[in-house]
């Protein structure tokens, strides 16, 4: 504790006397000063106790008392020591009624009492304050070091709440609650993730306090890792601003979550190397020797029924897909594998219908939907370029043909314009949304353009019949009616549609390139 007017007060060897502030004895003093000023304000930062001999000033005058003694109150002076038998014999009455009526503490010091030795009473015991924090703070340091190796990190925020009478919490890279200490903090964390989401946009090293939600408590944020984007938040409330023994607690406690963040990336590195060459194994036909390499880093991962996903960003990392997906991994203590293909794309192994997967279609719809905002405003940015396959349900030997329908679904994706595309989407629907691309509109009226040029000059309807014909199998008569004319009229009809095209309709590759063609052109 930091020196008092109390411990002053019962200091045996400065005999000092309480003339008026009785009530305020507790207040913290920060410095002891000497000033015979009559304005000593301007030279004051508020804590001090302030000593003076009232050489300079008319401390009978009680009006000039009273505004000396409110502009100390002002100032944050926390006491006002005046020395006897100097300038006064006793304190005058003028000085102590406005202590009295401010409320500013007012001790008598005797003669034999030197202000030296009252400077060094409180320096001693600041001295001795700071000693006493410094000691408490290198031993929280051990025991936060000690349950760091031995318990992990939720010891370790055990241990930091104990220190600072509080609560702690971690957050992992997407600004999800890891662990709590104690564990009725988790509601209370839980309900702080905007603002840890708030403080990892900004570059490592930053923190910010926060008021706790309803006011509860007092809530300091602190990012950790030492890259340009924060891998994780620590957060710890206390009823009041924490101090220096547990300044040095939360400051330790820092240092060893940013150590164990750093070694996990590097170990989270040697991982996905293990992945990438896992995988590589799956989609060369040798699930047994992936099974062998990865052992039991992915669990069950390699036996159950998983999903393939591959997502291209277009340019940029897909560091917010790959973010997603691991912390709902991580959350739901299920195993998934992630392998960046270069800068741009990058492939996902996991359990289907698992969290990674879910967490990979809600991040891929939230896309969509920020996508569709920005569209409508006349906005857009490179992020706007992300596009995700996701395989069928497969298992380790089919993994190369699960790659090949992540990579089909993909390709559909970027051509429609999708963030997302599942294979399945694509297996169960039909072939006709496939025919609104571009290029196989151009083929379509490029094929059916000449007869079209004939319709036009009124001299017969060869594209309609053309359609009836092909709807009704080749057969005349059926087509015919359909159309309200003759067999022989339509029999005319489609021998003008080879002649025109070149093409027989004898062959079922064109009959069904023509048909596609027609249902291409539709919707025209």
Same mark, same amino acid.
């Given at each position: 504790?930091?020196?008092?007017?109390?411990?002053?007060?019962?200091?045996?060897?400065?005999?000092?006397?309480?003339?008026?502030?009785?009530?305020?004895?507790?207040?913290?003093?920060?410095?002891?000063?000497?000033?015979?000023?009559?304005?000593?304000?301007?030279?004051?930062?508020?804590?001090?106790?302030?000593?003076?001999?009232?050489?300079?000033?008319?401390?009978?005058?009680?009006?000039?008392?009273?505004?000396?003694?409110?502009?100390?109150?002002?100032?944050?002076?926390?006491?006002?020591? =005046?020395?006897?038998?100097?300038?006064?014999?006793?304190?005058?009455?003028?000085?102590?009624?406005?202590?009295?009526?401010?409320?500013?503490?007012?001790?008598?010091?005797?003669?034999? +009492?030197?202000?030296?030795?009252?400077?060094?009473?409180?320096?001693?015991?600041?001295?001795?304050?700071?000693?006493?924090?410094?000691?408490?703070? =290198?031993?929280?340091?051990?025991?936060?070091?000690?349950?760091?190796?031995?318990?992990?990190?939720?010891?370790?925020?055990?241990?930091?709440? %104990?220190?600072?009478?509080?609560?702690?919490?971690?957050?992992?890279?997407?600004?999800?609650?890891?662990?709590?200490?104690?564990?009725?903090?988790?509601?209370?964390?839980?309900?702080?993730?905007?603002?840890?989401?708030?403080?990892?946009?900004?570059?490592?090293?930053?923190?910010?306090?926060?008021?706790?939600?309803?006011?509860?408590?007092?809530?300091?944020?602190?990012?950790?890792?030492?890259?340009?984007?924060?891998?994780?938040?620590?957060?710890?409330?206390?009823?009041?601003?924490? *101090?220096?023994?547990?300044?040095?607690?939360?400051?330790?406690?820092?240092?060893?979550?940013?150590?164990?963040?750093?070694?996990?990336?590097?170990?989270?590195?040697?991982?996905?190397?293990?992945?990438?060459?896992?995988?590589?194994?799956?989609?060369?036909?040798?699930?047994?020797? $992936?099974?062998?390499?990865?052992?039991?880093?992915?669990?069950?991962?390699?036996?159950?029924? =998983?999903?393939?996903?591959?997502?291209?960003?277009?340019?940029?990392?897909?560091?917010?897909?790959?973010?997603?997906?691991?912390?709902?991994?991580?959350?739901?203590?299920?195993?998934?594998?992630?392998?960046?293909?270069?800068?741009?794309?990058?492939?996902?192994?996991?359990?289907?219908?698992?969290?990674?997967?879910?967490?990979?279609?809600?991040?891929?719809?939230?896309?969509?939907?920020?996508?569709?905002?920005?569209?409508?405003?006349?906005?857009?940015?490179?992020?706007?370029?992300?596009?995700?396959?996701?395989?069928?349900?497969?298992?380790?030997?089919?993994?190369?043909?699960?790659?090949?329908?992540?990579?089909?679904?993909?390709?559909?994706?970027?051509?429609? *314009?999708?963030?997302?595309?599942?294979?399945?989407?694509?297996?169960?629907?039909?072939?006709?949304?496939?025919?609104?691309?571009?290029?196989?509109? %151009? =083929?379509?009226?490029?094929?059916?353009?000449?007869?079209?040029?004939?319709?036009? +000059?009124?001299?017969?309807?060869?594209?309609?019949?053309?359609?009836?014909?092909?709807?009704?199998?080749?057969?005349?008569?059926?087509?015919?009616?359909?159309? *309200?004319?003759?067999?022989? +009229?339509?029999?005319?009809?489609?021998?003008?549609?080879?002649?025109?095209?070149?093409?027989?309709?004898?062959?079922?590759?064109?009959?069904?390139?023509?048909?596609?063609?027609?249902?291409?052109?539709? $919707?025209?």
């Amino acid at each position: 504790m930091p020196p008092t007017l109390a411990s002053l007060v019962h200091h045996s060897a400065l005999k000092l006397t309480v003339r008026a502030g009785e009530d305020r004895l507790d207040v913290p003093v920060r410095w002891a000063h000497v000033s015979e000023l009559a304005d000593p304000v301007p030279y004051m930062e508020g804590g001090e106790l302030l000593l003076i001999t009232a050489l300079k000033l008319d401390a009978e005058d009680p009006q000039a008392m009273r505004r000396y003694v409110k502009r100390l109150v002002g100032a944050g002076v926390v006491g006002l020591g =005046f020395a006897v038998g100097v300038n006064y014999d006793e304190i005058p009455e003028a000085l102590v009624d406005a202590a009295r009526q401010e409320g500013l503490p007012l001790l008598e010091v005797p003669r034999r +009492t030197p202000f030296l030795a009252i400077s060094k009473a409180v320096s001693a015991a600041i001295a001795a304050d700071q000693y006493r924090a410094v000691t408490a703070g =290198f031993a929280a340091q051990r025991e936060l070091t000690r349950q760091a190796l031995n318990a992990g990190p939720e010891g370790l925020l055990a241990a930091l709440a %104990a220190q600072v009478d509080g609560w702690a919490a971690l957050y992992d890279a997407s600004g999800a609650v890891v662990a709590t200490a104690p564990e009725w903090a988790g509601r209370r964390a839980a309900r702080l993730t905007a603002e840890v989401e708030r403080l990892r946009e900004r570059p490592a090293p930053a923190s910010s306090v926060v008021g706790g939600p309803d006011n509860e408590d007092r809530v300091e944020l602190h990012s950790l890792g030492t890259g340009r984007r924060p891998r994780a938040a620590l957060a710890v409330g206390t009823a009041a601003a924490p *101090g220096t023994a547990e300044r040095y607690a939360v400051h330790s406690a820092i240092a060893l979550l940013t150590l164990t963040t750093e070694r996990s990336r590097s170990l989270h590195a040697a991982e996905q190397r293990v992945g990438t060459a896992v995988l590589r194994m799956l989609l060369a036909g040798q699930p047994d020797h $992936a099974r062998a390499v990865a052992g039991d880093l992915y669990g069950g991962l390699l036996d159950a029924p =998983f999903r393939m996903i591959v997502a291209d960003a277009g340019g940029e990392p897909p560091a917010g897909l790959t973010e997603a997906v691991e912390s709902a991994a991580a959350r739901s203590a299920e195993a998934v594998l992630v392998v960046p293909e270069g800068e741009e794309r990058l492939v996902v192994l996991a359990a289907d219908g698992g969290s990674a997967v879910t967490a990979c279609v809600e991040y891929a719809a939230a896309r969509e939907a920020a996508r569709t905002a920005a569209t409508a405003e006349q906005a857009g940015g490179d992020e706007d370029e992300l596009v995700v396959g996701l395989s069928a349900p497969s298992g380790p030997t089919g993994a190369a043909a699960a790659y090949k329908q992540a990579e089909q679904a993909l390709s559909v994706a970027r051509r429609r *314009g999708r963030v997302l595309v599942e294979h399945e989407q694509l297996a169960s629907g039909s072939v006709l949304p496939l025919l609104a691309d571009d290029a196989v509109k %151009a =083929f379509a009226d490029g094929l059916l353009r000449a007869l079209r040029e004939h319709d036009a +000059t009124g001299r017969g309807d060869l594209v309609a019949s053309l359609r009836a014909w092909l709807s009704r199998h080749g057969q005349w008569d059926a087509a015919a009616a359909d159309l *309200g004319v003759h067999r022989h +009229t339509l029999r005319y009809r489609m021998r003008r549609v080879e002649e025109i095209l070149g093409r027989s309709l004898d062959d079922p590759d064109v009959r069904m390139e023509l048909w596609l063609a027609l249902k291409a052109t539709s $919707a025209d």
